[in-house]
């Protein structure tokens, strides 16, 4: 793994969808999922890290495999995003309490250690995990970087809304991920 300018987010894409709502964003987490992969690809390629971080849904002694494996058990959506993305041996994954990546996890200590300037943040949902770990990322000076196409909210307009508040107000890029070879995407 290179120490370096950028990290790729994962945000709360190992997910059970079994709450309110969840039959309108999975489709949406499923486009999303698709897009990111091929970001991933290109980060691995790059040697850019890439960071699952997962609410833990209260479940205190599960583990990140143990959540994968709930997902691919469980069918549907949770198991083509778990499939899609395919968390590898080489990724880091952090599972979270609450809605920001950073609130009560070892992420801000992680991207010191790794010299990360720069956050590629992906997830779902846009509005809400995605939209709380922007605005973390910001206050602790993180350029950042939240593709389109990437992210995945309840409705398209929610989804506009949100990327929207992120680029005035977080100074975020919010162009969509067209990765090409050698690259993790726009750079």
């Not at 945000?11 to 309108?24: Q, R, S, T």
């Not at 395919?86 to 992420?107: C, E, M, N, V, W």
């Not at 949100?162 to 975020?172: D, F, G, I, Q, V």
């Amino acid at each position: 793994m290179k120490r370096g300018a950028d990290a790729l987010l994962l945000i709360d894409f190992m997910n059970l969808f079994d709450f309110e709502g969840a039959k309108v964003l999975a489709p949406r987490a499923i486009r999303a999922a698709h897009n990111t992969a091929a970001l991933k690809a290109n980060a691995i390629e790059t040697h850019i890290p890439c960071v699952f971080i997962n609410d833990n849904f209260g479940e205190w002694t599960r583990s990140f495999d143990q959540l994968v494996r709930a997902c691919i058990d469980r069918g549907g959506a949770s198991e083509t995003i778990a499939q899609v993305l395919q968390p590898l041996t080489s990724d880091i994954s952090i599972l979270k309490p609450r809605h920001s990546a950073f609130y009560g996890t070892p992420l801000e200590f992680l991207l010191d250690e790794l010299k990360v300037t720069r956050l590629i943040i992906s997830g779902v949902a846009a509005d809400n995990c995605v939209f709380a770990t922007a605005q973390d990322a910001h206050v602790r000076k993180f350029k950042l970087w939240v593709p389109s196409n990437c992210v995945a909210a309840e409705s398209l307009a929610n989804e506009r809304s949100a990327l929207r508040h992120m680029s005035r107000t977080l100074k975020a890029a919010i162009d969509p991920c067209v990765p090409r070879r050698g690259s993790a995407g726009r750079q």
